[in-house]
């Protein structure tokens, strides 16, 4: 590895251009050429949330960054993966896990965000251990609203972040709401917070909006120049008890079944573990699984801590743990400290000579961290995430390459992304480092409309269309 010193020389004095990037960038698509493989079968809405809106049981929480169970379905026909044990490392909402959960396998998934992991642990509650009073306890809340007649309360956790989040009648529902809660068994007050965390954004004054939360004006916060309206703010009993309803009208026994799927229930168990895929897949044992399904965050900057704040907080995450909780996520944000990658596992040599010696990747650090000195970045930690992305990415999959049996395969779906004019291809990046940790590509299945780059890129550097790419790696 290049000591620090001597790559600041090199950066310094004789930086890529952008030219050279592209240079190296159309050979390793030459080396790949045979890979490559566009998908009309694989739309936008597919590999999104979008087609699981109407979808009985995942339309509960919308969770914006995940793929789809259509998409699950559709990897685990094509690969005909009918048995065994999945992994997803990236667990997020459980899409993949409850997708193969309902073909039979078994899987496993590995979810840091403290609202992933109760998204999946509230659906299992309903799925598996909801007894026939709890439905009836249920069903008595869309009636009875006993929130609206409590005198217990429970204070909303707040962040700074999500100070003057709602209404005051809307806080003082929820804390009501929250209190009410209290008098319910362990496994009804699991569903109606799963309930609440469901509908916090609708009822709130902010919408997700990529890197951050937006504000509406009427909470008196403001971001940006121009005064944004998210339109109509719903109450918290609207809100909730439409909720509830919806839950009831999928998964209760004699519930009619609305939308245009039957609703599901998991065949195969399913096991959540708590932590970053950078503390946990070490611990997992060789050769264990037959399939890894996943979609990593993106090299894009969104800062899912900021993006789910509403529900951290309703989860008792506070400003220690919404701070540690950003660093030990799998660098995407520009807030991201580099991580001692060795010191967490000393086995990661491997992976980070392989992110070493990838001439492109190399390439493009270099250029961005010269456009960093010369101040041509928006900010100035923008080369740190790139480089802190790719490092950690090669770790995990080294760590995928040792849980996964051979000849397993390996599917991800992930964004390119571009900075300072320069297009980064994830796609053959990553997969250039998988070939040299114990993978075979396989496939690189495109979609046929590729996702255009941000705004700003486009006023500096003109409209460059970035691929968006299922990635098909197969176990040596």
């Known amino acids: 590895m290049v000591e620090l010193a001597q790559a600041t020389e090199v950066i310094l004095t004789r930086p890529p251009t952008l030219e050279v990037i592209e240079s190296l ?32 049981a995942y339309r509960w929480y919308k969770f914006k960054e995940a793929f789809s169970a259509a998409l699950v379905e559709y990897l685990l026909d094509r690969y005909r993966i009918r048995s065994g044990r999945i992994l997803d490392p990236f667990a997020g909402s459980g899409t993949a896990l409850f997708g193969a959960a309902a073909r039979g396998l078994d899987a496993d998934g590995i979810e840091v965000l403290p609202i992933g992991r109760r998204v999946i642990e509230g659906r299992l509650a309903l799925e598996h251990d909801f007894s026939a009073d709890d439905w009836a306890a249920l069903t ?33 529902d929820i804390e009501r709401y929250l209190g009410a809660a209290q008098n319910e068994s362990q496994q009804v007050q699991t569903v109606l917070e799963f309930a609440l965390l469901c509908v ?22 403001r971001h940006g120049k121009v005064a944004f309206e998210k339109g109509p703010i719903v109450g918290l009993s609207e809100a909730i008890i439409e909720k509830l309803t919806e839950i009831i009208s999928d998964l209760a026994p004699d519930g009619p079944q609305l939308g245009l799927f039957p609703a599901e229930r998991s065949l195969g168990n399913i096991r959540v573990l708590d932590g970053s895929c950078l503390e946990v897949m070490p611990l997992l044992p060789e050769r264990l699984y037959d399939a890894v399904i996943t979609s990593p965050p993106y090299c894009n900057r969104y800062d899912y801590t900021r993006t789910y704040a509403l529900e951290l907080a309703l989860l008792g995450v506070d400003e220690g743990k919404m701070s540690s909780l950003r660093q030990r996520m799998l660098t995407c944000t520009v807030e991201n400290r580099a991580k001692d990658l060795l010191a967490i596992n000393r086995e990661w040599a491997q992976a980070i000579a392989a992110a070493d010696q990838q001439e492109l990747l190399q390439a493009i650090l270099s250029y961005l961290e010269y456009q960093r000195t010369q101040g041509r970045l928006n900010n100035s930690g923008i080369p740190r995430m790139v480089r802190g992305y790719f490092y950690e990415m090669a770790c995990v999959i080294a760590e995928c390459a040792r849980v996964l049996k051979p000849d397993a395969p ?6 390119n992304v571009r900075y300072a004019g320069a297009s980064i291809s994830v796609d053959m990046i990553l997969s250039a480092i998988a070939e040299r940790l114990g993978f075979r590509v396989e496939s690189i299945l495109v979609l046929p409309n590729g996702k255009g780059n941000s705004s700003q890129q486009m006023g500096a550097h003109g409209r460059s269309p970035l691929r968006k790419c299922v990635y098909v790696w197969r176990r040596v």
């Open 410 to 415: 390996l599917l991800m779906v992930n964004d």
């Open 25 to 56: 960038d159309s050979r390793l698509a030459l080396q790949l050429r045979r890979a490559f493989s566009t998908q009309p079968a694989l739309t936008r809405q597919l590999v999104s949330f979008q087609a699981n809106k109407a979808r009985p």
């Open 140 to 172: 008595r809340w869309t009636e009875e609203r006993p929130w609206q007649s409590s005198d217990a309360r429970v204070a909303l956790p707040r962040l700074r972040i999500t100070e003057r989040a709602y209404p005051a009648r809307t806080q003082d």
């Open 200 to 221: 916090l954004e609708s009822i709130s004054y902010t919408r997700k909006d990529g890197q951050y939360l937006r504000w509406d004006h009427r909470s008196g916060r």
